[in-house]
């Protein structure tokens, strides 16, 4: 990295930092350089037409523009309540953007099925961060992907596993008692006045249950049927995908590397 674009970088995470706090750009950025570094091979590509789904505040995006000519980012057109604003994601990096200058990420809010509807063999490789796991239908968005991508093109995405599900789990219930009762109080507050219907709660046995992570579903024992890896790669299979690599990236994640058939 370059020192000018360092700079547009770190000029980005001050502009942005209280939305997401200064912890969110220091995990993603070495999980950006770790996923280069495993994977040389894919990282040695020199990408024009890039889409990433789910760009949030575009941080990845930002990253990656230093190694393909163009992006287009695509997120919800509703702001997202892990944010701590009551903006749209895609909003805030457009405005970040453009007051750093970075001119070859163009964003766009939309539904993602629509938007690959209207970009058919498009795109050389498609790339998500931590997004199919709040996708209640994969396999409706996995046949639009093939659709955006050019033959031969290739598909990047990182999910959760199964340990990030027991991690959750197993930190609500390690915490102290009062804590843990205080964040059950404050979830039955939110679902009966707030918008979010999701929250945590203590069973009759005594054990204490997270909030799920995907917005579609309300009984936490679904979320480890979300986030099993089958649930990702069979959807890709069945739409045509080539599954290519399956790659360990942290203790909760992992990057599932799939293309295009050249020739279909």
Do not use: W
Not at 85 to 92: P, Q
Not at 124 to 145: A, G
Not at 156 to 171: E, G, M, R, Y
């Amino acid at each position: 990295m370059d020192s000018l674009f360092e700079s547009k970088v770190e000029a980005f995470c001050r502009s942005t930092s209280d939305i997401v706090g200064s912890e969110y750009f220091r995990t993603r950025k070495l999980e950006f350089e770790l996923l280069r570094m495993l994977a040389r091979s894919f990282a040695s590509n020199r990408f024009t037409n890039v889409l990433e789904l789910g760009c949030g505040i575009g941080f990845k995006a930002l990253l990656m523009s230093q190694y393909v000519a163009h992006i287009d980012a695509v997120d919800i057109d509703t702001a997202y309540h892990g944010f701590k604003s009551s903006k749209k994601s895609s909003d805030i990096a457009r405005a970040a953007f453009e007051n750093i200058g970075i001119k070859n990420i163009d964003i766009f809010s939309t539904d993602y099925a629509k938007f690959l509807n209207e970009h058919v063999n498009t795109y050389e490789l498609i790339y998500s961060d931590y997004l199919l796991e709040h996708i209640p239908n994969i396999t409706e968005l996995c046949r639009y992907m093939y659709l955006g991508l050019v033959p031969g093109g290739k598909m990047l995405h990182i999910v959760p596993n199964t340990h990030d599900a027991l991690i959750q789990f197993s930190k609500e219930n390690l915490q102290p008692f009062l804590v843990a009762m205080a964040r059950v109080m404050k979830g039955y507050f939110n679902s009966a006045f707030g918008s979010l219907r999701r929250r945590p709660k203590r069973m009759f046995n005594g054990v204490f249950v997270p909030i799920t992570h995907s917005e579609f579903i309300h009984d936490y024992a679904q979320q480890f049927e979300v986030y099993r890896i089958e649930n990702y790669l069979f959807p890709m299979i069945e739409a045509g995908f080539e599954i290519v690599q399956i790659l360990p990236l942290r203790e909760h994640s992992c990057a599932i590397f799939a293309q295009k058939p050249a020739m279909r």
